[in-house]
Structures are given as C-alpha cells and as structure tokens.
C-alpha cells in the first residue's frame, strides 16, 4: 500500500475509498517540504473540484497521526511535510 | 459523502492476516482478508474469571435505502487502523472492567450475507459485558480507518460513509466533529448490520 521508495525531496501521500476515486490513484509523490496549511490548495491544484467534492470531509493524517488544517485557527497549519513523510487523505469511514 | 467507483475496481488488501495481541493475551485485534472466524474470537475472550460472554457478528446486507447491493469490498488504511482498532479494545476493556475482547474486521470482497465484522468480549458479569460489545462496535464504526465500497445491482459502487443518513448526501456538520473521529450513535444505529 504504502510507496516502497519516496524519491529524495518528496513526501508519499496515500488516498483512500473516496479519494482514490476523485484522483485515481492509491498513493503518488509530491515535492516536499510542504506547510500543511497548503496541502489542501496543492491537491486542488492537481485535481480541480477535489476540495469541494473530497476533500472538505476527509481528515488527514501525517506519519499515522491526525493533523488539525481545517479553518483559519486550526493548530497545525505551520506545520511542515517533510522529505519521506507519509501523508494519508482519510474520507469518512464506514466500517462494521 | 459517496463518490462512485467503476464497475472495475479492486480493493488494495494485505495477502495474509494482521493481527495484534497484548502481551496479557485480553485483547486481540485483526484485519484479514480470510472468511471471519466467530468461533476463534469467542474461544479468545473466553475466561475462568468471566461469567458472560456476548459475541457481535455483522454481516453485509443485500440492499441500501431499498436498493439492491450487489457485491461489497473493505479497503483499509491498515497500519492506522490497528492502531485504532487497538486503542478502542484496550480503552473500552479498562472501562467497563471486561476480562477479555476481540475485534476482527474483515478486508476485500465480502459477499453479501457473509461475515464483515466480529467483536467478541467477555467479563465477569453480564451488564459490563453487553455495554462493551456495543460501545466497542460503535467506536470501531465510527473511528476505524477502514472504508466499504458498495456495488450496486447495474450501477456503480458508492463508497459508503457510516455518519451519512443516505446515500451520496453530504454530511455539513462534520466541521464540529473531528472529521471522522467522533461517534454519531443516531446515525450509525441506522447502518449497524
């Protein structure tokens, strides 16, 4: 599931159920570093519509840890996606 | 939300189970691509110190709001989701006082009427036992990074949202609620198998 090998200057990003459909991918690289508070532009930017459609109910985690880039106040918007980081786009789930 | 998915798709599902046990041996956890094993759950969580056991089995249902489903599949973000998985065991065994608990969640294709998700736990009494099947399947619904793509009879597969109230209608409040990390009882008591 996971990138065997991120190229250097690159972090990993995973895409999931919705995700993956928007993009139609499982998983691709982009060029890292990376101010959190962007992830969500660059990915509009690569894939137009996917914020609106997707992105605005997905969560998303930073080398399995959830990270809070929702709204002007959300605490981890400085923080930086670094070369090799694995970043997931996690939909709203539906287990059971 | 629900985005369709083509006719074609295939889940990215781990070829062997996943499995974490603690070292005490009360608490295992399990995504698998295999046939779901009720009897290996229940005997796990069985106990001297118990008096109760209460053994939770989902199964897929053929229809959605009236619609035939045709197949299902679970995909998983599994590194996240046995942690999760794994945190909610441990978290609800301490809280209700269980003896023992198990989760296993199936991955892949699941046929319709077949066995997606089993929760086994046991304690000393009843009441503590029945409380910590059903907050364990709540949580599990609502917190485990594990999504369902169901097929629909001649359509398109819609990757299903346990918090959605229907199909393909977007959720507006999940902006207050920790983007799927918090539990929504009067939705998912609408979805539980």
Redesign the interface.
């Known amino acids: 599931m996971a990138p065997v090998k991120v190229p250097s200057g690159h972090f990993s990003i995973l895409y999931f159920a919705a995700a993956s459909s928007f993009t139609g991918k499982s998983s691709e690289h982009i060029a890292a570093p990376l101010r959190a508070g962007s992830l969500f532009e660059e990915l509009e930017k690569k894939y137009p519509g996917m914020e609106a459609k997707v992105l605005a109910s997905c969560a998303v985690t930073v080398n399995l840890d959830y990270i809070e880039i929702d709204g002007g106040n959300a605490p981890d918007l400085d923080l930086v996606i670094q070369e090799g980081d694995e970043v997931a786009i996690i939909p709203p789930v539906s287990s059971g | ?5 083509s006719s074609t ?1 295939t889940p ?1 599902i781990p070829s062997s189970p996943i499995t974490r046990t603690n070292p005490e041996s009360t608490v295992h956890v399990e995504l698998t691509p295999n046939s779901l094993d009720h009897v290996a759950a229940t005997s796990f969580v069985r106990s001297p110190s118990a008096g109760a056991t209460v053994l939770f089995i ?1 199964t897929t249902r053929d229809s959605f709001n009236d619609l035939p489903v045709s197949s299902l599949a ?2 998983s ?4 989701a046995m ?1 999760t998985l794994y945190s909610i065991a441990t978290t609800i065994l301490s809280k209700h006082g269980a003896t023992k608990i198990a989760i296993v ?1 199936k991955l892949g294709e699941c046929p319709i009427g077949e066995e ?2 089993v929760i086994a736990v046991s304690a000393p009494h009843r009441q503590a036992a029945w409380r910590a099947g059903e907050e364990a ?1 709540e949580e ?10 169901e097929r629909f009879v001649g359509g398109e597969g819609v ?6 109230g229907v199909m393909g209608e ?2 507006e409040e ?2 207050d609620q920790g ?3 918090e539990m929504n009882l009067e939705d998912n008591a609408k ?3």
């Not at chain 2, 939300?1 to 998915?5: F, G, P, R």
């Open positions: 939300m629900a985005t369709t998915e798709y990215d989902g679970y995909t973000y599994a590194p996240l942690t969640h997606s998700i399947l599990t619904k609502a917190k485990a990074e594990i999504w369902k793509l990757w299903r949202a346990n918090r959605d977007k959720v999940e902006k983007k799927g990390t979805e539980t198998s």
